[in-house]
């Protein structure tokens, strides 16, 4: 079982940055993909970024070029810095793994869930 811990969210005005953590264990072998996603009250969930064991990264087209994703195998980390942050960007993060690498080879070990970490914006 993978338990995910997300942490550095909090409340900024629009244009402000604020940077997530989250941190992954239950395998230490693993380096694992790692996504986030959000939701805002009365939406549903939306991915926000995604980045893999060989660091290719993946952004929403709402967030690109003002979201950095970034991870840090040694600790089974993986971060999100957001930039020039909007109103709009007002939601709950979650942190999720689904995969791992190890030892060369890919494993599914199915999705697993933060607990959230609660993003607001004020205008």
């Known amino acids: 079982q993978v338990h995910l811990v997300e942490s550095g969210g909090g409340s900024v005005q629009a244009g402000g940055s604020l940077r997530l953590s989250c941190a992954a264990s239950?395998?230490?072998?693993?380096?694992?993909?790692m996504s986030w996603y959000r939701q805002a009250p009365g939406k549903e969930r939306e991915f926000v970024s995604t980045i893999d064991s060989d660091g290719r990264t993946t952004y929403a087209d709402s967030v690109k070029g003002r979201f950095t994703i970034s991870q840090d195998n040694a600790k089974n980390a993986v971060y999100l810095q957001m930039n020039s942050l909007k109103p709009e960007d007002t939601a709950m993060y979650y942190c999720?793994?689904?995969?791992?690498?190890?030892?060369?080879?890919?494993?599914?070990?199915?999705?697993?869930w933060g607990q959230g970490t609660q993003v607001t914006v004020s205008s």
């Open positions: 999720k793994s689904g995969g791992c690498t190890s030892g060369g080879s890919w494993f599914y070990l199915g999705d697993y």
């Open positions: 239950g395998y230490s072998q693993c380096t694992y993909d």
